[in-house]
T-cell receptor
Framework: QQQVKQSPQSLIVQKGGISIINCAYENTAFDYFPWYQQFPGKGPALLIAIRPDVSEKKEGRFTISFNKSAKQFSLHIMDSQPGDSATYFCAASYNTDKLIFGTGTRLQVFP | NAGVTQTPKFQVLKTGQSMTLQCAQDMNHEYMSWYRQDPGMGLRLIHYSVGAGITDQGEVPNGYNVSRSTTEDFPLRLLSAAPSQTSVYFC????????????FGQGTRLTVV
């Protein structure tokens, strides 16, 4: 049973465009929703995170949109750059110790 | 500040062999966990620990053992390696509460032949 569903599996965006990755969760007890970024050969690293008491969180070019009633959240990357090319994972937990991850999205940004 | 250190980085095992993947963190984090990463399947939780002496199973625990004798170390043991355990393994640590991020190691790429 996949508790966190992520789409799309891969995404190709032109430089300067907007990248959007979507996730849906099932467990209403989840109260922490991070996004992790992973470059080839490296471990995942926290990019941005949100709790369900807010509907949006922005850090630079990265924004999380959160819809509690729909049990969905998404990552928006504005002005996408070639350096953003990586694999992105959404995750959810009710304690930061036990993260449940989505299946990942491979983003490629072409100049 | 080393963060989370995993050893080895690469390993090839023969079917039936046993080995231990090492994980150490220097951030005094209470929580540590092991994930495996397979193409198209994301990161799946194998085992986790909420503190020294306390461990619990995650989503895919079969074939793996863990122990947590100290806060710093959380080794993962493969009892009898199988080709299905070919994967990239990541160790992570974090502190409870607030918006504490999980810090991941660089990973161990394991191939079982």
């Amino acid at each position: 049973q996949q508790q966190v569903k992520q789409s799309p599996q891969s995404l190709i965006v032109q430089k300067g465009g907007i990248s959007i990755i979507n996730c849906a969760y099932e467990n209403t007890a989840f109260d922490y929703f991070p996004w992790y970024q992973q470059f080839p050969g490296k471990g995942p690293a926290l990019l941005i995170a949100i709790r369900p008491d807010v509907s949006e969180k922005k850090e630079g070019r990265f924004t999380i949109s959160f819809n509690k009633s729909a049990k969905q959240f998404s990552l928006h990357i504005m002005d996408s750059q070639p350096g953003d090319s990586a694999t992105y994972f959404c995750a959810a937990s009710y304690n930061t110790d036990k993260l449940i991850f989505g299946t990942g999205t491979r983003l490629q940004v072409f100049p | 500040n080393a963060g989370v250190t995993q050893t080895p980085k690469f390993q090839v095992l023969k079917t039936g062999q046993s080995m231990t993947l090492q994980c150490a963190q220097d951030m005094n984090h209470e929580y540590m966990s092991w994930y495996r990463q397979d193409p198209g399947m994301g990161l799946r939780l194998i085992h986790y620990s909420v503190g020294a002496g306390i461990t619990d199973q995650g989503e895919v625990p079969n074939g793996y053992n863990v122990s947590r004798s100290t806060t710093e170390d959380f080794p993962l043991r493969l009892l009898s390696a199988a080709p299905s355990q070919t994967s990239v393994y990541f160790c992570a640590s974090s502190s409870p509460g607030g918006e504490e991020e999980a810090f991941f190691g660089q990973g161990t790429r394991l191939t079982v032949v």
